[in-house]
């Protein structure tokens, strides 16, 4: 007997006939004779829902109350899958983050998890249920409902695999695994049968929406094995796992995509130390978290320009931010814009093969593709282009280093 836990993605629960489907899944694994502890998200297009809701009512949404919106999409999951599965013969009950104190910092929209207390779990599962959990939410110290940002739930999932010592995670979402490029862009992208942490965190840094980057962080530091797969087909998917249990590795292991990139830029700032620091503590400060990050001479050796990506969901607070600070360093000006992507291609063997990150840069300007901004590290060469350019740079690299094999 083992215990498992397995998240829901939203299309996964979206209607009453999916909840059912997923209930028959549930019921499967406890049958079997394991303990089941079930993560859900809202249904799909409900948070994307609430928040517009939201924003109807204003332009500018109390952060602690637009928590306490989100999270009710989470808790209708829940009940309904309990339901579901006692409509199929086994005990279940469900639980949002204040009933199992799930802490978290007070950090609203953005919070990280402190602490998750698992005697209400145990005690469930020892007395045969299927617990099912609300992802996505936590509470603080004074017990305020806050949310672990989008893709949460998946967060929500792998802490939970931490804390109980589970002996596997379930994603289940809409694809059945990790592919190449997004099958969206690219007519023939690869499945992936495993893939390094490392790996994975690019990928999920870098645009590829399989699993949410904080999942993936504590997956490694706790050394637990993630199995990413479909809620809609019965076959395997794609195991997160330590690189050095993988027998095969490849050069390049997928090209990702990401629109929702935006780009400030810094003009004349005074070159002198302290600058940089400034405009980046104040961000920080702001739960606001750049990208990629170029500093360059103007002309004026005494001068600087800072540029710097961001999310777009970032974008307009992160403006507001710089042009305070404008004034107060002294900058010449401020520009912004939010017609930019961001492609990548991810690989532990570029840590080796510097012909590779060349053939990048070749390809690209083949394809007249304009480089904007450019960041490299030892598995990951990400490159800021115009967003008009972003699937066929998708599509011109994975031809070059997947379907190649190069």
Do not use: W
């Not at 019921?27 to 939201?54: C, F, I, Q, R, W």
């Not at 107060?328 to 912004?336: D, I």
């Amino acid at each position: 007997m083992a215990l498992i836990i397995q998240k829901y993605g939203g299309t996964s629960v979206a209607n009453t006939e999916r909840v059912k489907e997923v209930a028959k899944k549930v019921v499967k694994y406890k049958k079997e004779g394991h303990d089941v502890v079930v993560v859900v998200s809202a249904p799909a297009g409900m948070t994307d829902s609430l928040v517009k809701n939201a924003y109807e009512i204003t332009n500018n949404p109390n952060k602690r109350e637009l928590d306490m919106l989100l999270t009710t999409g989470e808790q209708i999951s829940v009940a309904l899958l309990s339901m579901a599965v006692y409509e199929l013969g086994e005990k279940a009950i469900s639980f949002n983050a204040f009933q199992i104190d799930f802490r978290t910092t007070s950090d609203h929209t953005k919070a990280e998890i402190l602490n998750i207390d698992t005697k209400k779990i145990k005690e469930k599962l020892t007395a045969g249920n299927v617990v099912v959990i609300a992802g996505f939410q936590g509470v603080d110290e004074n017990f305020d409902i806050t949310t672990l940002g989008r893709g949460g739930s998946d967060t929500t999932a792998v802490a939970l695999g931490a804390v109980l010592n589970a002996d596997e995670v379930e994603i289940y979402t809409d694809v059945d695994g990790v592919y190449t490029a997004d099958p969206r862009v690219v007519d023939n992208p690869k499945k992936l049968k495993e893939i390094s942490y490392q790996e994975m965190l690019e990928m999920a840094s870098s645009g590829a929406k399989v699993l949410h980057p904080r999942s993936v962080e504590i997956a490694a530091k706790y050394n637990i094995n993630i199995h990413l797969r479909s809620s809609f087909e019965d076959i395997p998917g794609t195991i997160v796992k330590k690189g050095d249990e993988i027998m095969e590795k490849a050069q390049v292991v997928g090209v990702t995509s990401s629109k929702n990139e935006g780009k400030i830029t810094l003009f004349g700032l005074p070159d002198k130390p302290g600058t940089a620091s400034k405009v980046f503590s104040t961000l920080a400060k702001a739960k606001i978290n750049p990208d990629i990050i170029l500093q360059s001479s103007s002309i004026n050796k005494d001068l600087n320009n800072i540029s710097f990506t961001v999310k777009t969901t970032d974008l307009k607070e992160a403006v507001k931010i710089t042009e305070t600070l404008k004034e107060e360093l002294g900058a010449a000006g401020l520009a912004y814009q939010d017609n930019i992507a961001k492609v990548s291609v991810i690989g532990v063997g570029l840590r080796t093969h510097y012909e590779t990150v060349s053939a990048i840069f070749d390809t690209l300007a083949e394809n007249q593709i304009n480089i904007d901004m450019i960041s490299a590290s030892e598995i990951n060469v990400s490159c800021i282009i115009e967003e008009k350019d972003i699937d066929k740079a998708v599509k011109a690299l994975h031809a070059k280093f997947i379907d190649l094999g190069e």
